[in-house]
């Protein structure tokens, strides 16, 4: 439903987006995961045929962006980080206005304004000034806009983002119900979104494609590296930070440590390992040996941020000058 090719974005001085290729079948909800600044929006606005790419393609709904933008705009709702709502406007004559933009008339606009609305959960505020709305239901509205001319593909950046906690759950299930009927990419930053929201993930960080996987095969492919709690204890004498988390690096099969905190005594660690390996027993005799008591040893979870930070660090870890400071042209 989406094809994306050598997409390039270069603003005077950034290069926003860089090369990057992915496609999202029908039907799917997929999450577009990276921090701020690494291009998500600038990849929605090509998708949604507000500006054209500096390179590359982008094919929506069978469509190409630059070559056909009214027949990908028929087929595309797109939900802007901040929608553009106008505060004098009742919620009902903002739906009709937008509706007519997207081509919709008479009896069917009417149906369609009343779907949406029961849709969106927004039936009550029609007769509401989009200026009185919380912040939850003018999202909601934003979504109902999006979807009112019952597009094939949505698009939606940040869109639970400056929501409490009950509207953020709320907005979810709304975009979940959605899923199906439309293909959707939705834009985030926040890592358990794409947990809980999609079943596709694509990772993008300072405009280069990162990853793109089914968020279980993702954690799957990522867990085969485990993670231990390792809490030291001193036995004759005091412990010094920096020789424990040498000898604990110096294991075989250990690919990172990371010191947690120090009580009582007791230093507490991270201890990775490469994927495969297990290195509990050598681990245990290795403090042990050195004269010091293990206090605890467990395994601990890697959550989809630790993943993240993983499959980033490399990135950032290559020497790249960040895109958002302009130093790749
Ligand atoms: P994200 O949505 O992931 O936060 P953006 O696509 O908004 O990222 O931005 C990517 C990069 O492009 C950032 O470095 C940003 O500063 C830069 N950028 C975005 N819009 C413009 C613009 N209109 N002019 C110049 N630089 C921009």
Same mark, same amino acid.
């Given at each position: 439903m989406i094809q994306v090719e050598g997409l390039t974005k270069r603003y005077a001085r950034t290069v926003a987006v860089d090369n990057i290729s992915f496609s999202v079948e029908k039907g799917k909800i997929v999450g577009f995961l990276g921090p701020n600044g690494a291009g998500k929006t600038t990849t929605m606005r090509v998708l949604t045929c507000f500006m054209p790419p500096t390179e590359g393609t982008a094919r929506v709904a069978g469509f190409d962006v630059m070559q056909q933008p009214l027949e990908v705009k028929k087929r595309v709702g797109y939900l802007p980080e901040n929608p553009p709502l106008y505060p004098e406007m009742e919620v009902v004559e903002y739906l009709e206005f937008v509706g007519r933009l997207k081509g919709l008339q008479g009896s069917e606009l009417k149906r369609r304004m009343g779907e949406v609305s029961e849709r969106c959960a927004i039936t009550d505020v029609q007769g509401k000034l989009l200026s009185k709305l919380s912040r939850g239901y003018r999202q909601r509205v934003g979504l109902a806009q999006a979807i009112i001319h019952n597009p094939d593909v949505l698009i939606l950046d940040e869109?639970?983002? &400056? *929501? +409490?906690p009950k509207q953020i759950n709320e907005t979810r299930k709304l975009i979940k119900g959605l899923a199906g009927d439309h293909t959707i990419i939705l834009s985030t930053h926040i890592l358990p979104e794409v947990e809980q929201t999609c079943e596709d993930v694509i990772i993008i960080n300072r405009g280069r494609l990162v990853a793109t996987d089914s968020v279980e095969n993702l954690t799957h492919r990522l867990r085969g590296a485990e993670v231990l709690a390792v809490e030291v204890a001193p036995r004759d004498g005091p412990l010094e930070e920096a020789e424990v988390q040498g000898r604990l690096a110096g294991i075989e099969g250990v690919s990172r440590v990371e010191f947690r905190e120090g009580h009582n005594g007791r230093l507490r660690f991270e201890v990775e390992t490469a994927p495969g390996r297990s290195v509990r027993g050598d681990l245990a005799r290795a403090v042990v040996e050195a &004269?010091? +008591? *293990?206090?605890e040893l467990h395994a601990a979870a890697m959550s989809l941020e630790e993943i993240f930070l993983q499959l980033t660090a490399a990135e950032n870890e290559a020497g790249e000058t960040p895109a958002g400071e302009g130093g790749a042209a």
């Open positions: 869109p639970t983002a &400056g *929501l +409490d &004269g010091w +008591d *293990l206090h």
